[in-house]
């Protein structure tokens, strides 16, 4: 297990008794977690366990039938994605989201231009972006993509696309981020380099992180919430969960 040391300050981000139907199916059932600062929290099961609604409903893309969320001891539970975002709350998708027609340098400047209020101004210089340079230079080192940064795109090896990703999501500076399958679709080479990615920014970040990969889950977690079945099945350390004879019947059977 990862060795940071579990923040004793509130929760960042916490939900109570969340439940989500679709069409009579529960994939949420009076689901409870906390997030503590400062962490890596994993959220793990199997295929059907519930977390990819659990992880829409945390970030605001699913209405809860009933339950709370909470976000810095706010209420958050009929907050728009958007304003979370604003608020310090930014999340990752699965399927690629990056400007395919855009170089991977003005890719990461878009999210540097919001923070700077630059967006807002429709006529602007090059000179006026160019204050964002040693940002943008600095994100590219710092995510391996300082040999890419005037490449398109769209036309970026998948595991660069994924290095991407995770650059615009850090460049917004969120307080919490929330990555939906990082590794998915990934080689090996690939998975371990992103995997370093993720330790090297989640030594000042909150970072929650729904995965298939468990020995991704085993290097990077502090914490790791095992669903089944829409419930919570399990909760502690990777080693503990692993332990559980419960998560060993949900994965593998009887």
């Not at 991977?104 to 878009?110: E, G, R």
């Not at 502090?222 to 332990?243: M, P, Q």
């Amino acid at each position: 297990m990862n060795g940071r040391t579990l923040a004793g300050t509130a929760p960042i981000l916490s939900a109570r008794g969340l439940t989500c139907s679709f069409s009579g199916f529960t994939a949420v059932n009076n689901v409870d977690i906390t997030i503590e600062r400062n962490t890596l929290h994993s959220v793990i099961g199997p295929n059907g366990a519930g977390k990819s609604t659990l992880f829409n409903l945390l970030t605001r893309f699913h209405d809860p039938d009933s339950g709370s969320i909470f976000y810095n001891g706010v209420d958050i539970t009929r907050t728009l994605p958007s304003q979370l975002a604003k608020q310090g709350l930014v999340r990752s998708f699965q399927i690629s989201a990056v400007f395919p027609r855009l170089t991977v340098a003005q890719n990461v400047c878009i999210p540097l231009q919001r923070l700077s209020g630059l967006q807002k101004v429709f006529w602007r210089s090059a000179s006026c972006l160019s204050a964002l340079d040693d940002r943008v230079h600095a994100l590219l080192r710092q995510f391996g993509l300082t040999d890419w940064a005037n490449s398109i795109a769209g036309e970026l090896p998948y595991g660069r696309k994924r290095a991407l990703e995770l650059a615009t999501t850090f460049a917004l500076d969120p307080d919490i981020v929330l990555l939906d399958e990082p590794m998915a679709g990934l080689g090996i080479e690939d998975v371990n380099r992103v995997a370093d990615l993720i330790a090297e920014h989640a030594s000042d970040k909150t970072i929650v992180m729904v995965e298939h990969n468990l020995k991704v889950v085993e290097r990077l977690s502090n914490i790791v919430t095992v669903l089944c079945r829409g419930e919570v099945l399990a909760e502690g350390s990777y080693d503990d969960v692993a332990a559980d004879e419960r998560v060993l019947q949900a994965y593998i059977g009887h």
